[in-house]
């Protein structure tokens, strides 16, 4: 029987499920590396795990990327997967031998202490990244940990390949139970309980289970729908085409720029952890590190991996050695764009990522350059197109949250995981970045307010149609005498605001200057060539000043927030119960307010005048019926 994998819903969709068999494909990748018995089955459970993922991807040329380091024996395990089924990887070391583990192969063992990463090129404005810590070395339940604390799903992934003793594959394969955020108790509660028939993978594999019959275990009794069927083999894509194309995204007329200004530019590494056997480029293609780091002929490294690690060693190294450094990696510069500033300054370097905020936008640099003279009084923008996206289906559709989640997760606007888009976080390191230029002093991401769209509703859509308003994610900062506010989160913007007009994948950013007044920067936010474009921009501004630093104000010293609590807002209110017995209530704690009438008998709608956070919380904590609130930016 040949390779295959199957998606599956349960539970109304509720449940997502992966279930796959994958003996052919771990016996190929065996026989292709010579594995020994404990590699093939530890790279075999990464290989599974990877089909399953990676069949979330859509385009063409999307990736996934499983990486695990350990300190032992193997070293670690690398396998990459496509939307087609198409997996390759491979271990660090192919030799390794270990005793028996109460019977069974030691993989925990030949793993050891470590990392998992987990990253996804989806083809935006940089590759997602994600990394948690080994918690077993086992692999499935690392990849369970891994899906609960760095993509805040809750999931339980079993894995398993059966060697048999002439060291081939006797069977092998694997599942991936997910719930969705909107998943009740008693779902999660019958999944945990069907979970117990479920001992060990390769048991069940063994007897000749299928993926269908092993999912039926687990979700039969949770109206189980299979929705789609996909063969799954091992398989090397490798080719010039790759590299082409990579080439053809820096554009003729940017190569010709380089020509007329003198600056021969020319590729000497590509740093893989592949090998591309046979192709034109595969003599530049390197493994190590260290002989980009170690020769002086590289001026330029251009850093795309995403992620904080091993982005963060590779770019420090760097810059200390005396190379300039262009990245499009948004984490990188949040955690340590004034550590690698630095760097920077000290060796007569440059340190330039106009690609991490608004992918094509330019806005990195005008904010250095172009409106230096003016004190910003204030930034605001659509920071992330994904959520945008969302809520402008919902305003002109009339659909719920979770309906539009599901189409663009369908279109390949957002993510299987949508948590860092959905909750703000992707938009709170781009407000950090952009605050911290701003004002030249450092702002931690993690001390900004953050909230995201997951509590809006269609009606919370209607009563803001009501007040000829859109909501909008904001991410935002702003000037309070010595101190700066700054959050992520819903608002209400009427007509007459610049951005009410930002809808579907669009970006755009509002800069307040005390002498410019207000400018806005507006475009396409992610995208391969959008980010190319800046990246190239970032290539060919270093070939200019290779030996003389671009003094980017941007210190350790840290921004002081205004507290929370002292943030003045207008709030749009919803409570339940209809007018008639709130309205006293609601008057005699916010004080005075604009009823909203949207319809609705069993619940009432209101905006407060402007009030701080603190008075807010209060009253709505006195009341004890709030259903939702969003400030109102009027």
């Excluded at 449940?15 to 052919?24: G, N, P, Q, S, V």
């Excluded at 995204?249 to 020319?266: A, F, H, L, R, T």
Aim: charged residues 25%.
């Amino acid at each position: 029987m040949n390779d295959y994998m199957i998606r599956a819903t349960a539970a109304d969709g509720q449940i997502r499920a992966f279930a796959a068999t994958t003996k052919e494909m771990v016996e190929t990748a065996k026989n292709a590396h010579n594995t020994s018995p404990i590699a093939t089955a530890a790279l075999g459970r990464l290989m599974t795990a990877a089909a399953m993922m990676g069949s979330d991807l859509k385009g063409e040329g999307e990736l996934l990327t499983l990486r695990i380091e350990g300190d032992g024996p193997i070293g670690g395990l690398l396998v990459t997967a496509d939307g087609k089924g198409d997996v390759k990887g491979y271990a660090f070391n192919p030799d390794v031998m270990l005793p028996p583990k109460n019977g069974k192969l030691d993989v925990g063992g030949a793993v050891g202490i470590g990392l998992l990463q987990v990253i996804k090129d989806m083809g935006l404005k940089e590759p997602y990244s994600g990394q948690t810590i080994l918690v077993s070395s086992e692999i499935a339940e690392d990849l369970t940990y891994y899906f609960a604390n760095s993509e805040q799903v809750p999931s339980s992934v079993g894995l398993g390949v059966l060697m048999d003793k002439d060291n081939t594959v006797a069977c092998a394969g694997g599942f991936i139970i997910q719930m969705m955020p909107f998943a009740k108790e008693e779902t999660i509660s019958q999944i945990e309980e069907n979970l117990k028939n479920i001992t060990s993978v390769t048991d069940h594999l063994k007897k000749g289970k299928t993926p269908e019959q092993i999912l039926e275990i687990l979700l039969g009794n949770l109206g189980l729908e299979i929705t789609s069927t996909m063969p799954t083999k091992f398989y090397c894509n490798c080719s010039k085409e790759r590299v082409e194309k990579a080439v053809i995204s820096v554009g003729k007329k940017e190569i010709q720029d380089m020509i007329d200004d003198g600056q021969d530019i020319e590729v000497k590494y590509v740093l893989d952890l592949r090998d591309f056997p046979g192709d034109p480029a595969e003599n530049y293609v390197v493994h190590d590190f260290s002989i980009l780091e170690n020769d002086d002929e590289v001026k330029i490294v251009v850093e795309t991996m995403g992620g904080l690690h091993p982005a963060y060693e590779f770019v420090k190294a760097s810059l200390l050695k005396g190379k300039n450094v262009v990245t499009s990696n948004k984490a990188l510069v949040a955690a340590f764009g004034t550590e690698l500033l630095q760097i920077a300054r000290d060796k007569n370097v440059n340190f330039l990522f106009e690609a991490s905020v608004g992918g094509g936008i330019p806005i990195i640099r005008p904010l250095q350059t172009s409106l230096a003279p003016d004190e910003i009084e204030e930034i605001s923008g659509i920071l992330n197109g994904t959520t945008n996206f969302i809520l402008t289906e919902m305003t002109e559709n009339g659909s719920d949250f979770d309906s539009v989640l599901k189409d663009a997760q369908a279109k390949g606007y957002a993510e299987a995981d949508p948590t860092a888009d959905v909750e703000g976080y992707d938009a709170c390191r781009k407000i950090a970045i952009l605050t911290s230029l701003a004002y030249g002093k450092q702002l931690d991401f993690e001390d900004i307010y953050t909230e995201g769209i997951t509590k809006i509703t269609d009606r919370d859509i209607n009563y803001a149609s009501k007040l000829k308003a859109k909501v909008k994610i904001f991410g935002s900062s702003k000037l309070a005498g010595d101190k700066v506010s700054a959050m992520v989160a819903p608002k209400l913007i009427t007509h007459d605001h610049p951005l009410y007009s930002v809808d579907g994948v669009f970006n755009a950013i509002l800069v307040k200057g005390n002498m410019v007044g207000d400018v806005m920067f507006y475009g396409q936010g992610a995208g391969k060539l959008a980010t190319a474009s800046a990246v190239v921009s970032d290539i060919m501004e270093a070939s200019k000043n290779l030996e003389n630093n671009i003094n980017v104000i941007w210190s350790a010293d840290k921004l002081e927030l205004m507290p929370m609590d002292e943030v003045v807002s207008k709030f749009f209110v919803r409570v339940s119960g209809n007018k008639a017995d709130n309205e006293a209530k609601i008057k005699e704690l916010f004080g005075e307010v604009e009823f909203v009438d949207a319809g609705y008998t069993d619940e009432t709608g209101f905006v407060t005048k402007d009030i701080t956070e603190a008075v807010y919380e209060n009253a709505a904590k006195e009341m004890g019926n709030v259903i939702n609130k969003i400030r109102f930016d009027a």
